[in-house]
């Protein structure tokens, strides 16, 4: 079943701050499919026990296309001061098959561009 998943640069122009992106060591392969990568399902599992929000997503945009491999958003405040900040991190780190980024809202800006109606990504 076809879905829509945002970019998490298009994410972070929405919520109009930095925002936390989870990307998986694995997807490099050619052969990596997320559905399959327990510390993925493990980590979906941690983040609704914790109640803390996510969404499927894809990297930074660029032009042309890709195909999903498992990136997630993490709905939380980026301030590292924060508890559910820290509890995700501290989480995330603890793990060799996953990487925490902070993507800030300058960089996402970068990008603003592909927001226009008439934005063709070809």
């Known amino acids: 079943m076809a879905r829509l998943l945002r970019n998490i640069d298009k994410i ?3 919520k109009e701050n930095d925002v936390l992106y989870v990307d998986f060591n694995g997807r490099n392969s050619s ?7 327990n510390n993925r399902k493990e980590l979906l599992e941690w ?6 929000n996510y969404e499927e997503c894809f990297g930074i945009a ?11 958003y993490i ?11 820290t509890l995700v991190d501290s989480h995330i780190e603890s793990k ?5 980024y902070i ?6 800006m ?5 927001d226009e109606d008439d934005y063709d990504y070809d």
């Not at 970068?110 to 592909?114: F, G, I, L, T």
């Open 110 to 114: 970068k990008n603003s561009y592909m």
């Open 31 to 37: 052969k990596y499919n997320y559905k399959e990568d």
């Open 103 to 108: 993507i800030s809202l300058s960089l996402a």
């Open 12 to 14: 972070a122009r929405e």
């Open 47 to 52: 983040l609704e026990l914790n109640k803390i």
């Open 96 to 100: 060799r098959s996953m990487i925490l």
């Open 62 to 72: 660029f032009n042309g296309f890709t195909r999903y491999r498992g990136g997630i």
């Open 75 to 85: 709905d939380i405040i980026c301030d590292e001061n924060s508890e559910q900040f």
